[in-house]
């Protein structure tokens, strides 16, 4: 069986059509789980009673179980219990939850590096707790955890395939869902596999000029 | 709850695939990241090229899309493969990319020195690897790679999809059973269980990746996998 390439440009409309769908998803979860992840990781910085422990348990319950099985509990076991979400809804809500914990423990991270002298000298600086928060605390961690950060958000877009099993249509249901028809499996899975393999290119080397732009201040 | 009790025997039979799934991937998976990931610390710029296009490549890729172009794929080359061969060989080639780069760091992590003594105390380059810097490398390499393992037991969960008969698929068996004959959806009380039971083995491995990251002392944090 040979590549049969005028196949695959048949078919780029559709493709289209589901990467259109893949990068709508992927970006607004990624909004998402940013949201997530700062709330969360506030409400571990200031130890809030009662929610610190419920962030830490959301954290390891999504850090520890697969991805999928959280995806088929929120289309199909919600539903069972009257909570309806509509397909692309369940998606997002998925992989929203999924980065944000991730993202929890990447700012939490970054957080647990601003150094105690840094607060005194605030202090002595006389800013206010809140004030040295918001000017010295969250750009100081955003630049340490920012590499994790991107890492999850690339890590969350290939992620947003496991939505091609309840039937979104994104880039890999539309694949899968025309190999059932033609039988061009290879041609198509190497279509997407270079259309996934260039997205993650062209993010990581937008990630690389990011971090590179916010290390500046603190190069000689 | 009864149905775990009426389906004891169905849902074992799910989680002993589940463990076998992940101990097969889990040994080639080893053999693998151990090979390449040490020839990836030697000089050959090819070599080097080479092992980390593969790396790349297999991070790059969902993990859902490389088992299915396996799975799809084998029979049009006329390859007959079985689904458990299949999840195996894709989990395999992603579990190996994140391994290579876990030895890889691990290994680069040894002193400098550490050689440059072992080499003035006349040992063999191969002494010196599997005496002293190999040792020395697992305390790094260690807890990131029982981290690998907790994303491996995850991922095993990708079986369900292509027919293989581990827990999560005996999960929705026993919910397409109860809906067409009982006429109850028992979905969430189902998945919620599911959940359940990978979290107690994910946490268990979280735990003892925490517990030798704490017991080997301050090693240099290697690249953490993500799924």
Redesign the interface.
């Known amino acids: ?1 040979s590549f049969d390439f005028d196949y695959l440009l048949t078919q780029w409309p559709a493709l289209l059509d589901g990467l259109w769908m893949t990068l709508q998803v992927s970006a607004l979860s990624i909004l998402l789980s940013l949201l997530i992840g700062v709330l969360g990781a506030g409400i571990k910085l200031f130890r809030l009673p009662g929610l610190t422990q419920l962030v830490a348990l959301y954290v ?2 999504i ?8 995806l ?2 929120i289309f ?6 009257g909570l309806k979400l509509s397909l692309y809804w369940s998606g997002v809500l998925c992989l929203s939850l999924w980065a944000g914990a ?1 993202q929890i423990e990447n700012l939490r991270g970054g957080l647990a590096t601003v150094d105690k002298g840094l607060r005194e000298a605030g202090a002595a600086l006389s800013l206010s707790s809140r004030q040295f928060f918001r000017l010295i605390a969250i750009p100081i961690a955003f630049r340490v955890s920012l590499p994790a950060m991107l ?2 958000a690339i ?1 969350l877009l ?5 939505l ?2 309840i039937g979104l249509a994104e880039l ?1 249901f539309v ?2 869902d025309r ?1 059932a028809t033609d ?1 061009r ?2 041609e198509m ?1 190497t279509a ?2 270079v259309i ?2 260039a997205l ?2 062209v993010l990581a080397l937008l990630a690389g000029r990011l971090e590179a732009h916010l290390q500046r201040p603190f190069q000689q | 709850m009864e149905f775990v009790i009426e389906n004891w025997g169905f849902i074992s039979k799910g989680l002993l695939m589940t463990l076998k799934l992940a101990l097969v991937i889990l040994l080639f998976t080893t053999l693998i990241s151990a090979v390449l990931g040490t020839l990836a610390t030697l000089k050959s710029r090819t070599l080097r090229w080479a092992i980390h296009a593969y790396v790349e490549l297999f991070r790059s890729i969902p993990l859902i899309v490389n088992v299915f172009f396996i799975f799809f794929g084998a029979p049009l080359l006329g390859i007959d493969l079985s689904p458990f061969a299949a999840v195996t060989l894709g989990l395999t080639l992603w579990g190996s990319a994140n391994g290579i780069e876990i030895v890889r760091g691990g290994l680069l992590s040894v002193p400098r020195h550490q050689w440059k003594s072992a080499w003035a105390l006349g040992l063999r380059p191969w002494h010196i690897y599997l005496y002293i810097v190999v040792p020395q490398s697992l305390k790094a390499i260690l807890p990131a790679y029982t981290g690998l393992l907790t994303l491996l037991v995850q991922a095993t969960s990708l079986g369900a999809l292509v027919g293989v008969g581990e827990f999560l698929k005996v999960g929705q068996i026993i919910i397409e059973r109860s809906t067409m004959m009982g006429g109850v959806n028992p979905a969430f009380t189902v998945y919620a269980v599911v959940l359940l039971v990978y979290f107690v083995i994910c946490s268990a491995l979280t735990w003892l990746s925490r517990y030798l990251e704490r017991r080997l002392g301050r090693q240099p944090r290697l690249p953490q996998p993500q799924s």
């Open positions: 069986m390891e319950l850090r520890n179980t697969p991805i999928l099985v959280q088929f509990f199909y076991g919600l539903p069972a219990v991730y890492n999850t890590s290939k992620n947003s395939a496991y091609q099993t890999t694949a899968v190999i039988f499996a290879i899975f997407i596999c996934y393999l993650v290119a």
